[in-house]
């Protein structure tokens, strides 16, 4: 699969860039927490809090999962549907007016391409990714 020239650094650098994404957001979870929180019930959520932060380990650790390559289909597959989900319950455009709605509409819309880039990841999970740790289940 990663056999043309230069696919396997190709490879390697968008783990990196679309998983250190996932990681500087999660551990922006731990850095403004009393903001997010904030956020987090001002949109009906429960325990707010606990939501904060454990989706803050979800987004590490998925992040992590992609560059690393250890366990990469959970972490995929966890950043997947975090991101399908936290787009319906946190972005609801359809719920906002003006320009509220036009920034919920483009937080949604990077929730959902960043959701279906999870999911190519979950699809190549099983197979040997080149500068790699390979750990799997």
């Not at 949109?43 to 606990?50: V, Y």
């Not at 966890?78 to 320009?99: K, P, Q, Y």
């Not at 509409?105 to 999870?118: D, E, H, P, R, V």
Request: charged residues 10%.
């Amino acid at each position: 699969m990663f056999e043309a020239t230069g696919v396997d650094v190709l490879f390697a650098l968008a783990r990196v860039l679309f998983g250190g994404i996932f990681v500087f957001l999660g551990v922006n979870h731990f850095l403004d927490t009393d903001s997010m929180t904030e956020y987090a019930a001002y949109k009906g959520l429960p325990a707010p809090k606990l939501a904060v932060l454990s989706s803050g380990v979800l987004l590490v650790f998925g992040g992590l999962s992609i560059v690393l390559g250890v366990l990469p289909m959970v972490g995929a597959g966890a950043l997947a549907l975090f991101l399908f989900v936290s787009a319906v319950t946190m972005h609801d455009f359809w719920n906002a007016e003006g320009e509220t709605a036009q920034t919920e509409l483009t937080s949604f819309l990077k929730n959902i391409y960043g959701g279906g880039g999870a999911l190519a990841f979950v699809v190549l999970a099983n197979t040997t990714w080149p500068y790699a740790l390979n750990v799997g289940l």
